[in-house]
């Protein structure tokens, strides 16, 4: 019974995934060079670094391990959070401790992950909600100048969309094999990854 219950919202899920992805790429048609440039940047800027890699994935990992709402309620919190967090670092507004924040969060998530905690969808939107904020806050103070802020945040969103996609597919798809033990050793290797970049 609790397998029937953590799938029956899945084409819910799809559906966010589905506009996450769509939007992005209708408001990058028909723009400038230096909004293509822009959307080049923001989007490869989350793929670039191994930090943003392994907590993107482990969001939705995360989501599709607890079921239920959170499997589209917890990826849109991180979307929307880290694009209000992008904003802020585009605007250079100073938060302290934004890269420690972002090892942290790898290494929470891959515990959460790992020990498969299912907390409240409350509490678990107010978790990867801080962590939003933190990354955002990157993407956006690592914007090149010549970019279109727009277009960079666009870039940005669309790659953090398809990242959560992959971890709620891989989630999805080992508990439908009924391993979720899979799912726990890999967020035994995310808080791994979590420890190489915070000692590298």
């Known amino acids: 019974m609790k397998m029937k219950k953590t799938f029956t919202v ?10 996450a ?3 992005p790429s209708l408001a990058h048609a028909h723009v400038g060079v230096g909004q293509t440039y822009g959307f080049d940047h923001g989007f490869t800027h989350p793929l670039s670094g191994l930090d943003h890699i392994c907590a993107m994935i482990a969001v939705g990992l995360w989501a599709a391990q607890m079921g239920g709402r959170a499997i589209w309620a ?13 904003l802020l670092g585009m605007m250079h507004i100073q938060i302290p401790f934004i890269e420690t924040g972002i ?3 790898v290494l929470t998530l891959g515990v959460l ?3 498969a905690v299912r907390l409240p969808l409350a509490a678990s939107i107010l978790i990867v909600g801080l962590f939003a904020i933190c990354h955002g806050h990157a993407h956006g103070e690592e914007m090149p100048e010549s970019a279109s802020g727009i ?22 798809a080992i508990q439908k094999l009924s391993k979720p033990l899979v799912v726990r050793l890999a967020g035994v ?7 190489y970049i915070w000692v590298s």
Do not use: D, E, Q, W
């Not at 899945?10 to 506009?19: D, E, I, Q, T």
């Not at 277009?151 to 999805?172: E, K, M, N, S, W």
């Not at 290797?189 to 420890?195: D, E, M, S, Y």
């Open 189 to 195: 290797a995310i808080v791994l990854c979590g420890i």
């Open 74 to 86: 917890v990826p849109l919190t991180f979307v929307s959070v880290m694009a209000f967090g992008g």
């Open 113 to 115: 992950i790992a020990a």
């Open 151 to 172: 277009a960079f945040a666009a870039g940005f969103i669309l790659a953090t969309a398809l990242l959560h996609g992959v971890g709620i597919g891989i989630g999805i």
């Open 10 to 19: 899945v084409p819910r899920g799809a559906l966010f995934l589905a506009a």
């Open 103 to 105: 090892v942290i969060s």
């Open 21 to 23: 992805l769509l939007i």
